[in-house]
């Protein structure tokens, strides 16, 4: 078991770029979770994969986001056209169930200049 | 709207004192409820859960928290703090209808003086 892991940890970018974060759930998992954490905030959700199909998706998943999942194994988060807004740790959690017993990454840092 | 919240954003204490943090959710049907920890540079960890058995529950690190109904809280105890222990502490909640998707609070960042 090698855990939740995030690729990349940190992400600078200037303000208008587009950006992309990979996430590597457990391997039997079939659920997947994205969150995004502010300073001072506790993590937001944002959407919510069981294998391929993406199930749930938060007000807070603006048109500029996307994600994906194919072949319901890892994920990836796409913030088109990026604002200083955005800044924020991008974290990716998995689990096997609908449990609310969440296994999370490392989270992928955000910085938009 | 389905939240919960933390009460202090900091709390400190002495190493070997009691640890309390606290937590309420909002709902009149009880949801699932979590407490997760989350160490500098690390991703969270689950500390411990209730899931509507016994009403304390024990986690690791010496950590357990009592669900009250009445008072619709959830309170993290530790009898002695230790250095180690020194983390941000987030309250979550799972609520009925939902797919595993964690409610969190802000998070309570606990420092623990020598």
């Known amino acids: 078991d090698t855990g939740v892991s995030q690729d990349p940890r940190h992400k600078i970018t200037k303000r208008g770029q587009n950006v992309t974060f990979r996430c590597d759930p457990i391997?039997?998992?079939?659920?997947l979770y994205w969150y995004r954490q502010t300073l001072g905030q506790g993590p937001e959700f944002l959407t919510y994969f069981q294998n391929e199909a993406q199930l749930e998706k938060s007000r807070l998943l603006s048109d500029r986001f996307s994600a994906e999942r194919p072949k319901g194994s890892f994920s990836t988060l796409e913030i088109q056209r990026t604002e200083q807004g955005d800044s924020a740790m991008y974290l990716c959690a998995s689990s096997p169930r609908a449990s609310g017993e969440l296994f999370f990454g490392e989270g992928s840092r955000l910085t938009v200049l | 709207a389905q939240s919960v919240t933390q009460l202090g954003s900091h709390v400190s204490v002495s190493e070997g004192a009691l640890v309390l943090l606290r937590c309420n959710y909002s709902s009149s049907v009880p949801p699932y409820l979590f407490w997760y920890v989350q160490y500098p540079n690390q991703g969270l960890q689950l500390l411990l859960k209730?899931?509507?058995?016994?009403?304390l529950v024990k986690g690791i690190n010496g950590f357990e928290a009592e669900f009250k109904k009445s008072e619709t809280s959830f309170h993290l105890t530790k009898p002695s703090a230790h250095m180690s222990d020194a983390a941000e502490y987030f309250c979550a909640a799972v609520y009925g209808g939902s797919q595993g998707n964690l409610i969190f609070g802000k998070g309570t960042k606990l420092s623990v003086k020598p």
């Open positions: 391997s039997e998992h079939n659920r």
């Open positions: 209730y899931t509507s058995a016994a009403t």
